[in-house]
């Protein structure tokens, strides 16, 4: 059974940082492309950062690129995303995701196998 497990949420304030983890279980995390998407209150999931199965290639929404940094450790099946100089428009539940294979780079939601249950980020202004 896969699992995708997010920590690292919580309330910060605008203009600080945060670094969200996620941990992939039941699944060979290093043939999977591991993204990142948002969803904020009324809107509909948005894509943010996605990393190639390697970790050499990344690719970025506009509304982080440039503050936000995605990696990952596949010895520790572990996908990570820091992000900086929080805006409360970054507001929103994140969620990490995975894609078996390696077209690259994907980012409609529909193009990924497996979903975390999301941790939620709060930035006060």
């Known amino acids: 059974q896969v699992q995708l497990v997010e920590s690292g949420g919580g309330l910060v304030q605008a203009g600080g940082s945060l670094r969200l983890s996620c941990i992939a279980s039941?699944?060979?995390?290093?043939?999977?492309?591991m993204a990142w998407f948002r969803q904020a209150p009324g809107k509909e999931r948005e894509f943010i950062a996605v990393v190639s199965q390697t970790g050499i290639n990344t690719y970025y929404a506009d509304s982080v690129k440039g503050r936000t940094t995605i990696f990952r450790n596949n010895a520790k099946n572990t996908v990570f995303l820091e992000m900086n100089i929080l805006k409360p428009e970054d507001t929103a539940v994140y969620y990490c995701?995975?894609?078996?294979?390696?077209?690259?780079?994907?980012?409609?939601?529909?193009?990924?196998?497996?979903w975390g249950q999301g941790t939620q980020v709060t930035v006060s202004s």
């Open positions: 995701a995975a894609r078996v294979s390696y077209s690259f780079p994907k980012i409609q939601r529909t193009e990924y196998n497996y």
């Open positions: 039941g699944l060979t995390f290093s043939k999977y492309a």
